[in-house]
């Protein structure tokens, strides 16, 4: 029989008391994997889908709201800024793409957010070398829509399944007349995409009461082209003057087959457009840098960096929320081994007789030294393990939940670097917490123990 | 394997620093396969005695050699090594440990021994002592004189050169302590290990050969 077996079976001999200390030693370690995992997913995600594009242009303000909303779908919607302005970026000959996109809407089955956008929004790799998969077909048509994955599986929805946009991000009453259509369902990316609901944008503008009206976009657009000559900075990004959109009836009719669209069939002026924000691959990274400059010497707009923002709250914010809560699992922990100390050193009255039998049987003072050290690790160690499979449980768990509410795709079982540490860190507790009742046994009155 | 006692001193100081003399052994002997009574009052020193020959208490001055060996000159290490090898122990109390079945008690005395667990040979020797069907039974759920016939087996377990016994037969009822007498003393005499055994009982005392008086031989100063 080894070392092992006897301190075991001494564990097992006060199994209540055992459990209980391991048990606690296991929701520590709990605490701090789920922190670590959740940390360590978000980390992730929020990193892969920054890099993705050079920039993210939006209405001036807050740089990481306008990151959140576009990218991640998360934060209320900024400001609209001018189609015209959509334009002349597109045009520009710096930009590799831009890509519209106009929010305000959200299906009425799950709230997910509706998001108008260009067919060029799928070409572009949504993390490098990845592109978008599909189930069907990309944008063709004005009431064509693609949904995400947890969209799908949400909602039931698939191919040639119908839905009308609702109004507002927030809860609202209003629903539009307008129907469009599911061409497409996009494979799980393990992006904020999966929650997305992407139409055409020229459907996007047909939804009525999506038009700016006349008079104030007349007046905005005015106010645009005078800050444009004004400003010389924002000359460089205006390569062309922006072509004088028409008031002109749109020529197709949505009536092809498999779509039923009760809607106003109507061509919106450029002037009467707004794009929330544009998504910017520039042509190199020296190119993205004077983009960058130049869109925000400009009046209008502004041009966010997605990795440097999302680096900003990585650091700042969830870094040190993760800090924090390390370090209080961490305390927890120790709580823990104090806790496996005091069981331990408790029994040591009651056990000092079986140590003096031991030793009685030829075992030497370094040999009940090590099971007393031994039953510390296996009840550290042990509880551990345990604690390390519960907290991946309990990720399992929300896994679902933080998939919908954020739309970031989990995988409860991602193991993170920082767990590898765990067992030395819990091997060390249990060496310093099983050094005491150990040199307690080792101390031992033989003779005195046996008549006691 | 023979023990010799010589001019064996133990003295205990009490806390207030009062000596207090508890062995004074000029000569003491047994001889191989030898078994013998030791009786004597209480607290005349019988267990500190076994203790000493045992190497658990190292003597203030003389040798107790146990074969080649004098106990007093080994470490404490090997003292407990030496133990393990060549001494079994049967204890008043019987003193199993709870946590484990009768099977693991006695293979518990090769564990310590550095010996390779032998089950076959624990399973032997409590088949011996007519416990083949309690093997797994824990102490508690052993009657009184189960215990004591494991504690046998544990004590014979690493054939030992010489058995001590404390008062082995004082916790069990008279109709068992003839036969854990019997079969401590048919134990010894298979397998040539020497026997002293301690006892206030004349009964006890009077099955066996040699009955030596503590007070006899034990003179502390």
Partial sequence: MNLVTIAWKSIRQRALASFLTALSVALGVTLMVSVLVVHGIVDRIFSQNASGYHLVVGAKGSPLQLVLNTIYHLSS????????????????????????????????????????????????????????????????????????????????????????????????????????????????????????????????????????????????????????????????????????????????????????????????????????????????????????????????????????????????????????????????????????????????????????????????????????FLESILLCVGGGLFGVLLGHGMVVIAAPILEVRTGLLIDPWAFETLELVILPVLIALASLVGIVPGMTAYRTDVAKALHA | MSLRLKDVRKTYVEQDGTRLPILGITEFTLQTGEQVALVGESGGGKTTLLNVISGITVPDAGQVVIGNTDVTRLSEPARDRFRALKIGFIFQTFNLLPAFTALENVLLGMSFSGQKSDTKRAKDLLDRVGLSH??????????????????????????PALLLADEPTASIDAQHQTKVLELIREACREHNCALLLVTHSPEVAGQFPRVERLKDFNHPQ
């Fill in chain 1, 77 to 372: 919607p900024v400001e609209n800024i001018p189609y015209l302005y959509y334009k002349e970026l597109k045009a520009n000959p710096r930009v590799e793409n831009a890509i519209p996109i106009c929010m305000g809407d959200v299906t009425m089955e799950g709230n997910f957010r509706i998001i108008g956008t260009s067919p060029e929004f799928f070409e572009v790799d949504y993390h490098p070398d990845k592109k978008f998969r599909v189930r069907g077909h990309f944008l063709e048509d004005d009431f064509d829509a693609v949904i995400g994955s947890q969209v799908a599986k949400t909602n039931g929805w698939k191919i040639g399944s119908t839905f009308q946009p609702a109004h507002g991000v927030a809860d609202d009453d209003h629903v539009h007349d307008e129907k469009f259509t599911v061409v497409g369902v996009l494979a799980p990316t393990g992006t904020p995409n999966d929650n997305g609901v992407y139409i055409h944008i020229d459907g996007f503008y047909q939804i009525a009461g999506h038009e700016k009206p006349a008079d104030e976009a007349a007046a905005k657009a005015a106010a645009f082209e005078a800050a444009q000559q004004a400003s010389g900075g924002a000359k460089k990004v205006v390569v062309e003057a922006a072509p004088k959109a028409t008031v002109a009836p749109k020529k197709e009719q949505h009536d092809h087959a498999g779509h039923d669209h009760a809607h106003h069939h109507h061509e919106l002026p450029d002037e009467q457009k707004e794009v929330t924000a544009i998504l910017i691959n520039a042509k190199h990274d020296t190119a993205s840098i004077m983009l960058r400059a130049t869109i925000n010497e400009g009046p209008y707009a502004q041009a966010a960096i997605p990795f440097q923002e999302i680096n900003w709250i990585l650091n700042n914010v969830v870094g040190n929320v993760r800090t924090l809560l390390v370090i209080m699992t961490a305390l927890i922990l120790v709580v823990s081994g104090v806790g496996i100390f005091v069981s331990i050193y408790n029994s040591m009255a009651d056990r000092r007789r079986e140590i003096a039998v031991m030793r009685a049987l030829g075992a030497q003072r370094t040999t009940v030294f090590a099971i007393i």
């Fill in chain 2, 134 to 159: 309690r093997l797994q039974h824990r102490p508690a759920t052993l009657s009184v004189g189960e215990q004591q016939r494991v504690a046998v087996a544990r004590s014979l377990v690493n054939r």
